[in-house]
């Protein structure tokens, strides 16, 4: 698959995770952003409504800033 580089803005904890990560770590998150931005083109919702559903979601399952750096470092 075609790839291009974007330019995003997240919290300063999400960029510090994101950057301590494996590149392997970083490919997969790579991944699972661009799948949930082209679901932007797909439906009605709009990117904000989707990121806000994902966090949403994370933190009712008890997803933290400390977990997700942890689950990034294994």
Do not use: F, H
Request: proline share 4%; glycine share 2%.
């Amino acid at each position: 698959m075609e790839t291009q580089t974007i330019r995003i803005r997240v919290s300063p904890e999400a960029a510090q995770t994101y950057k301590s990560a494996p590149n392997e770590q970083q490919r997969k998150l790579d991944a699972l952003l661009s799948l949930k931005l082209s679901e932007v083109n797909r439906g009605k919702r709009s990117l904000e409504e989707i990121m806000s559903d994902i966090s949403r979601k994370a933190q009712q399952r008890g997803m933290t800033p400390d977990i997700l750096e942890s689950i990034l470092n294994e």
